[in-house]
């Protein structure tokens, strides 16, 4: 599903931010991806849901190397991607309803199948009362179920999330992560980036570790490629 | 085209401009267009009215007693030309109302030197042979001179495509103005709004469909302001076309100024300015979007 090789990047003429990663991510393989503050987890996600080409190495989505891909192939593997940004990235001027039907429009969904869906996925993160309520008008939380309900809309191969419950009560957080499983369990690859210890203890899935710029494998990583 | 806009081109003040920059250079485009055509229509009128007519100068008429200068043997060759339809000689009060224009009506003709003119018909299809007639002209009535304002009218055609080439040459650099214009507003958009398009560029948007909303966009401002420019175009120029009758009254006399009017048709070719102006402002955003995203990973 995802593949890194001799991986690494940096920006301008700066240091490298990211050196040598390796790393094999199995279909259906559930990843939680952590590491302190500036480790560079964030510009792994981003090589992953291709908004960052690596300066060196080999990166290989759905068993293609990117790099070889043309524009309009690169299109169509990020849609089957879904992304959770840490700041949400909400666009300000649509609702609710227009922002998590963005995915669905841009893939070319007829209107009918969006309205159906988009409405259904409100209702499931509990958002059914502010279909058309602008973000800035929402609270953190119900902007950060916004975000998950338009990165989840158009049943993503693969699910990239960048701290998805930092933002909501632990009841909402643990409804999110059963959303995460629940896909998981029907197919699709996970790869959430948290500082929540706690979380990635009580769930148990293994660990993507980086830390300064290097992904370190730990046991429950090495079990999950050794499996794969 | 996708007329659902996912970027907030209403918060956007880079493109509050761009209509009425188009309306101004849609307003030049049209005025100049109008020259250029209003010019090729007068020539179309003087070469109409002046093909298939000669004129006949003869000196002024010899003292009373003497003759009458060869009008009549002058008259009598032009009417035996193969060729000629009729030779009509002006009387003297007809050769004094041409120049009642520039010399006004209280000079009485009987007063002037006045040369004596001969206004002739030929058939076109047929053809003169002028160079013969103009020596068997002189024969003749000596001192008489055959004019086929050709000379004239070469020479007026030629100042006339001077300026109707330097008109469209306005309209050219105009369009190019418009180009560059709607490419600095769509980058400054491109910058102002890089969030949007980074986020449906990772959604899996394709260039396409980024470039059809900026598009989109670009046709309806250009549109907009297009067709303001046009109705200040034609407020204008009926402005002018009243002002040129007015001007062409002296009086209760019509001075010989030449016709600048626009003909039925100049008038609906008009509209095509707003409409081509909105389509270069399209293909250029167009254009300009499809070159910025290629750029992108």
Redesign the interface.
Same mark, same amino acid.
């Given at each position: 599903m995802v593949r890194f090789e001799n991986v690494a990047i940096r920006y301008g003429a700066g240091p490298e931010v990211l050196h040598d990663i390796d790393m094999r991510l199995a279909p259906g393989s559930f990843h939680f991806l952590t590491g302190p503050s500036g480790a560079g987890k964030t510009t792994l996600l981003r090589m992953i849901? *291709? #908004?960052? /080409?690596p300066t060196r190495g080999t990166v290989s989505l759905f068993e293609q190397d990117v790099a070889q891909l043309s &524009?309009?192939a690169l #299109?169509?593997?990020? /849609?089957?991607?879904g992304?959770v940004f840490q700041d949400f /990235?909400l !666009?300000?001027? *649509?609702s609710a309803f @227009?922002n998590v039907a963005? %995915?669905l429009? !841009? #893939?070319g969904v007829d209107e009918v199948r969006v309205k159906a869906h988009v409405t259904e996925l409100l209702e499931w993160v509990g958002l059914a009362d502010h279909l058309e309520a602008k973000p800035a008008t929402l609270s953190g939380g119900q902007k950060q179920r916004m975000a998950i309900a338009r990165a989840v809309i158009a049943g993503p191969s693969l699910l990239l999330a960048d701290e998805p419950t930092g933002n909501v009560d632990d009841a909402m957080a643990d409804r999110l992560m059963r959303l995460f499983e629940e896909m998981n369990r029907l197919g699709t690859t996970l790869v959430l980036a948290t500082h929540n210890e706690a979380l990635v203890a009580r769930r148990g899935h293994p660990r993507l570790h980086l830390d300064n710029g290097r992904l370190v494998v730990e046991s429950p990583l090495a079990r999950a490629v050794a499996a794969s | 085209m996708n007329r659902?806009l +996912?970027i %907030?081109f209403? /918060?956007d003040g880079s493109g509050r401009f761009l209509p009425w920059l188009i309306a101004l250079m849609v307003y030049l485009a049209a005025l100049a267009a109008s020259g250029a055509l209003a010019l090729d229509r007068a020539l179309a009128i003087w070469d109409r009215g002046l093909t298939g007519t000669l004129t006949v100068e003869l000196p002024p008429a010899p003292a009373t007693g003497k003759g009458d200068g060869g009008l009549a043997a002058a008259v009598k060759l032009l009417t035996t030309t193969p060729g000629v339809l009729a030779a009509q000689p002006l009387a003297r009060e007809e050769v004094g109302k041409l120049l009642e224009p520039w010399l006004g009506p209280t000079l009485p003709p009987e007063e002037l030197t006045l040369p004596r003119l001969i206004d002739v018909r030929i058939d076109t299809g047929r053809g003169v042979d002028l160079d013969g007639l103009r020596g068997a002209l002189v024969k003749a009535a000596p001192g008489a001179v055959l004019d086929d304002h050709r000379l004239w009218l070469d020479r007026l055609a030629g100042l006339i495509r001077s300026a109707q080439a330097t008109a469209l040459g306005i309209v050219a650099l105009i369009g190019i103005a418009a180009v560059l214009t709607v490419i600095f507003t769509t980058r400054t958009g491109l910058a102002v709004h890089r @969030? !949007?398009i980074? *986020?449906?560029? *990772?959604?899996? #948007? &394709? +260039?396409a469909?980024i470039a059809t909303q900026f598009q989109y966009q670009a046709l309806r401002l250009g549109a907009g302001g297009g067709v303001i420019g046009l109705g200040l175009a034609l407020a204008t120029l009926a402005a002018l076309g009243h002002a040129t009758d007015a001007a062409s009254m002296f009086g209760e006399r019509t001075l010989p100024l030449p016709s600048m009017g626009l003909a039925l048709w100049d008038w609906a070719a008009l509209p095509l300015l707003p409409a081509a102006a909105a389509v270069l402002a399209m293909v250029t955003a167009r254009i300009t979007v499809l070159g910025a995203l290629?750029r992108m %990973?």
């Amino acid at each position: 599903m995802v593949r890194f090789e001799n991986v690494a990047i940096r920006y301008g003429a700066g240091p490298e931010v990211l050196h040598d990663i390796d790393m094999r991510l199995a279909p259906g393989s559930f990843h939680f991806l952590t590491g302190p503050s500036g480790a560079g987890k964030t510009t792994l996600l981003r090589m992953i849901y *291709l #908004a960052e /080409r690596p300066t060196r190495g080999t990166v290989s989505l759905f068993e293609q190397d990117v790099a070889q891909l043309s &524009r309009d192939a690169l #299109a169509n593997l990020r /849609r089957k991607i879904g992304i959770v940004f840490q700041d949400f /990235r909400l !666009v300000d001027h *649509l609702s609710a309803f @227009d922002n998590v039907a963005l %995915p669905l429009r !841009v #893939a070319g969904v007829d209107e009918v199948r969006v309205k159906a869906h988009v409405t259904e996925l409100l209702e499931w993160v509990g958002l059914a009362d502010h279909l058309e309520a602008k973000p800035a008008t929402l609270s953190g939380g119900q902007k950060q179920r916004m975000a998950i309900a338009r990165a989840v809309i158009a049943g993503p191969s693969l699910l990239l999330a960048d701290e998805p419950t930092g933002n909501v009560d632990d009841a909402m957080a643990d409804r999110l992560m059963r959303l995460f499983e629940e896909m998981n369990r029907l197919g699709t690859t996970l790869v959430l980036a948290t500082h929540n210890e706690a979380l990635v203890a009580r769930r148990g899935h293994p660990r993507l570790h980086l830390d300064n710029g290097r992904l370190v494998v730990e046991s429950p990583l090495a079990r999950a490629v050794a499996a794969s | 085209m996708n007329r659902r806009l +996912d970027i %907030p081109f209403d /918060r956007d003040g880079s493109g509050r401009f761009l209509p009425w920059l188009i309306a101004l250079m849609v307003y030049l485009a049209a005025l100049a267009a109008s020259g250029a055509l209003a010019l090729d229509r007068a020539l179309a009128i003087w070469d109409r009215g002046l093909t298939g007519t000669l004129t006949v100068e003869l000196p002024p008429a010899p003292a009373t007693g003497k003759g009458d200068g060869g009008l009549a043997a002058a008259v009598k060759l032009l009417t035996t030309t193969p060729g000629v339809l009729a030779a009509q000689p002006l009387a003297r009060e007809e050769v004094g109302k041409l120049l009642e224009p520039w010399l006004g009506p209280t000079l009485p003709p009987e007063e002037l030197t006045l040369p004596r003119l001969i206004d002739v018909r030929i058939d076109t299809g047929r053809g003169v042979d002028l160079d013969g007639l103009r020596g068997a002209l002189v024969k003749a009535a000596p001192g008489a001179v055959l004019d086929d304002h050709r000379l004239w009218l070469d020479r007026l055609a030629g100042l006339i495509r001077s300026a109707q080439a330097t008109a469209l040459g306005i309209v050219a650099l105009i369009g190019i103005a418009a180009v560059l214009t709607v490419i600095f507003t769509t980058r400054t958009g491109l910058a102002v709004h890089r @969030d !949007v398009i980074e *986020l449906l560029h *990772l959604m899996g #948007a &394709r +260039d396409a469909y980024i470039a059809t909303q900026f598009q989109y966009q670009a046709l309806r401002l250009g549109a907009g302001g297009g067709v303001i420019g046009l109705g200040l175009a034609l407020a204008t120029l009926a402005a002018l076309g009243h002002a040129t009758d007015a001007a062409s009254m002296f009086g209760e006399r019509t001075l010989p100024l030449p016709s600048m009017g626009l003909a039925l048709w100049d008038w609906a070719a008009l509209p095509l300015l707003p409409a081509a102006a909105a389509v270069l402002a399209m293909v250029t955003a167009r254009i300009t979007v499809l070159g910025a995203l290629s750029r992108m %990973p």
